[in-house]
């Protein structure tokens, strides 16, 4: 074997990586196109398109990603996962979708003032959980805010997320369908979401363990880890789908996407992990720094789809900047640079 090409060294897991992501991103277009065909076959609305059907599609990376970390014993590395993709969907992938399009990308008021709303709630519920867990589930030889987070505990965001469903389905009962498009092969379509997701499984399961393996090798907390690159990979997916979607002039299914996939992450992905491994710990002082930046981002988003109701060229500019500076900021926390979250 080549030096340097182990699958165990450092530059094979990295190879690994970059072979999962394309993985993910080939499983994640399978799993999107059939939900969007299927969505269309049913006759559902745009916006429960988008931040149902789809939004649920493209996130099956990350609730895989917090699956299989919490199976392996790293849940740091999941909810840092679905943290930093939160991030990511919230400033770069409405930014590179108002780019990819010659106009504004168009909003309505059902989404600004219902899906970007709620998903405000939904970041407040997870906050209001790991607050929960370090008062009634504090963790005696642990951190000074350390708390465990108990499936009990899991059960609020996902009660929470059932509200968010009735809500949706409210509007489904109102909705006035067109007819479907024919030429739908509805048991086809099935059949290609199944092997979507068998797909992202197996890419999810190698890319998490290569993630964590270069954490461990060059000294890098597992949760900084999951915000930035794994954070990343599984992001992909919803990249693809907004841009897509804003392209075919489907600018609120696009934006739609963004925050249904970011509601069902803090909602769903979280507290499925900790049901499968029963409970699972939190540093307060970690989670609430990057629990900020996330909503200081959400507040950026709804300013700029507030004015006018569109994004522009000059807000996606200013949203990917952001996300800049708070990867400018991980890293400065990694070398130690700065020390705004304890214990990093």
């Not at 309505?108 to 008062?135: H, P, W």
């Not at 909503?295 to 950026?300: E, G, K, Q, S």
């Amino acid at each position: 074997m080549v030096p340097g090409l182990s699958p165990s060294s450092p530059f094979g897991h990295v190879l690994l990586i970059l072979l999962a992501s394309g993985a993910v991103w080939v499983g994640s277009d399978w799993l999107e196109s059939s939900a969007e065909h299927l969505s269309a076959h049913y006759g559902l609305p745009a916006v429960v398109q988008g931040s149902i059907v789809v939004a649920v599609g493209s996130s099956f990376p990350e609730l895989a990603s917090v699956v299989v970390a919490a199976l392996g014993g790293s849940f740091d590395l999941g909810v840092g996962a679905i943290v930093g993709s939160a991030i990511f969907n919230i400033l770069v992938v409405p930014g590179v979708a108002g780019l990819a399009t010659d106009d504004a990308l168009d909003a309505n008021r059902t989404l600004v003032y219902k899906e970007a709303q709620f998903y405000m709630v939904a970041v407040a519920a997870l906050i209001v959980t790991f607050a929960f867990a370090v008062i009634y589930e504090p963790i005696p030889e642990g951190p000074p805010l350390g708390g465990s987070i108990t499936r009990e505990l899991a059960v609020v965001p996902l009660c929470l997320y059932g509200l968010y469903l009735f809500i949706q389905w409210q509007d489904v009962s109102d909705h006035e369908a067109e007819e479907p498009p024919a030429g739908i092969a509805v048991g086809r379509e099935w059949l290609t979401l199944a092997a979507g997701l068998a797909v992202i499984l197996v890419a999810v399961e190698a890319l998490v363990g290569s993630v964590e393996a270069l954490s461990v090798t060059f000294g890098v907390p597992s949760f900084l880890a999951g915000v930035t690159v794994l954070a990343a990979a599984t992001s992909l997916p919803d990249t693809l789908v907004s841009v897509r979607a804003a392209r075919s002039g489907k600018a609120v299914t696009s934006l739609g996407n963004v925050l249904g996939s970011n509601t069902f992450d803090l909602l769903v992905a979280v507290p499925l992990g900790v049901l499968i491994v029963g409970a699972a710990p939190v540093d307060l002082a970690v989670a609430v720094p990057m629990l900020a930046v996330l909503t200081l981002a959400t507040v950026l988003l709804f300013t700029a789809l507030r004015t006018d109701l569109s994004l522009s060229g000059g807000e996606s500019w200013a949203l990917i900047g952001a996300y800049g500076l708070f990867v400018a900021w991980v890293v400065a926390e990694t070398v130690g640079a700065t020390n705004t979250i304890p214990g990093v």
